[in-house]
């Protein structure tokens, strides 16, 4: 299965601030996701990001917040923007295999003052 | 709404105490299904999936799932835990064509020695 170097692991932001996560997958993958986990709760999915489109985020999360580059088939950036204390958490991101396995980077914790 | 839902928030067994962890997803339709485990302070691993075929699937260190269709379920079970198994432990499921994964709230589970 695929491996995902995913940078940071973790950074304490100020507020106002915004923050790019990468992750960087040792092979090429069409689908990238971005979760995520906020503190004792399960994954949310922000977006899924296909190279050479647009992301497609899910309901509550929008583009200006969320801006998700996806410039070829081994790497993707999340940027928080703006950040806010409601935005510490996990971040991770997260490949679809094959056979339909799914990959994890080892995500990483923001914490916004 | 798909959903999936994992009945037990917080589980505490002694060890060599045997381990089922309930989920049941609201899906009609074609469904793969998904354990991973989250070891404290670790990422997300997979501990086994169910694509097709037999419906008892065996994963890695000695955990396995039983899907049954007729229920919605895909329970995972140990039959003899250890200290190590303390993890929070993520019940996924992909349905249909879609490639993203539905989670449930997940189970912290703590095994005492």
């Known amino acids: 299965s695929a491996v995902i170097s995913q940078k940071p692991s973790r950074d304490i932001c100020q507020r106002g601030t915004s923050l790019t996560i990468q992750c960087q997958v040792d092979?090429?993958?069409?689908?990238m996701f971005w979760y995520r986990q906020q503190p004792g709760q399960s994954l949310t999915l922000i977006a899924t990001a296909n190279q050479g489109s647009e992301a497609t985020y899910e309901s509550g999360f929008v583009i200006d917040k969320f801006p998700i580059s996806r410039p070829n088939l081994t790497f993707s950036t999340l940027t928080v923007s703006n950040m806010s204390p409601e935005d510490s958490s996990i971040y991770l991101c997260?490949?679809?295999?094959?056979?339909?396995?799914?990959?994890f980077g080892s995500g990483t914790r923001l914490t916004v003052v | 709404a798909q959903s999936v839902s994992q009945h037990n928030h917080h589980v505490i067994l002694s060890e060599a105490a045997s381990l089922e962890l309930g989920c049941n997803y609201s899906?009609?339709?074609?469904?793969?299904l998904f354990w991973y485990v989250q070891y404290p302070g670790q990422h997300l691993q997979l501990l086994l999936k169910y694509f097709s075929g037999d419906p008892l699937v065996k994963g890695i260190k000695g955990f396995e799932a039983e899907f049954i269709k007729s229920k919605f379920s895909f329970n995972l079970r140990k039959p003899s835990v250890q200290w190590s198994d303390t993890a929070e432990y993520f019940c996924a499921v992909r349905m249909d064509s879609n490639y993203q994964l539905i989670w449930g709230a997940g189970t912290k589970l703590i095994i005492k020695p």
């Open positions: 092979s090429q993958v069409t689908m």
């Open positions: 899906y009609g339709g074609t469904v793969n």
């Open positions: 997260s490949v679809a295999g094959q056979p339909y396995g799914y990959t």
